[in-house]
């Protein structure tokens, strides 16, 4: 029996929702350096999840290529959430997968007493068709979020660089809430100091 007024405080829902590129880019080593990273990120997640039971982490993960879609939909405890390797195949299409985290940003199908959700974007390549449009549907819920109770910027994005390109990602510790400034352009690597 819990010492609390009215029972043990119910914790509260935080969505985490990896958007990974499995675009032909991303063939042979950065895949695996994909699929590793992931693996080896879950654990740490479930540690800090513990540290915290206030809130109840789930997990779902997207891929996008050719067409965006749920690697793992439902959303997973992340006790309970088990790693499926993904593999390579077609284009870039980023923008078809924000559209489609977009949908679940909204409440509903995101319970008004969620905590704010968490896109994590990975990916290595220019993107191959309309970013903007996705980047405004996730923005978008904004709208949404406000009218739940969230905080505006409900929806915060950390970028990652799988690996060295051609094009550059910001690291994964600058959280975004809008594309970097350099989408679409290719730059030549990571600047040198003089």
Avoid at 117 to 144: E, F, I
Wanted: glycine fraction near 6%; charge should be positive; include cysteine.
């Amino acid at each position: 029996m819990s010492d609390i007024p009215g029972g043990p405080m119910a914790n509260r829902p935080v969505h985490f929702i990896w958007l990974l590129d499995c675009s032909y880019s991303m063939q042979g080593e950065k895949i695996g350096q994909l699929n590793y990273a992931i693996r080896e990120a879950v654990p740490e997640m479930r540690a800090v999840a513990q540290d915290n039971p206030a809130a109840q982490l789930l997990l779902r993960t997207m891929t996008f290529s050719t067409t965006a879609r749920w690697h793992h939909q439902d959303p997973v405890p992340v006790e309970q959430f088990t790693w499926q390797d993904v593999q390579v195949d077609g284009m870039t299409n980023l923008g078809e997968a924000l559209q489609l985290a977009a949908r679940e940003l909204d409440t509903p199908p995101m319970p008004q007493r969620a905590l704010k959700p968490v896109l994590a974007l990975v990916s290595d390549g220019v993107p191959t068709d309309d970013w903007k449009a996705g980047l405004r549907a996730v923005d978008a819920t904004r709208g949404a979020a406000r009218r739940s109770g969230w905080p505006s910027r409900s929806a915060r994005t950390p970028t990652a660089p799988c690996c060295r390109s051609s094009w550059a990602i910001p690291s994964c510790s600058r959280w975004t809430r809008t594309a970097p400034s350099s989408w679409p352009r290719r730059s030549a690597g990571p600047r040198r100091r003089r």
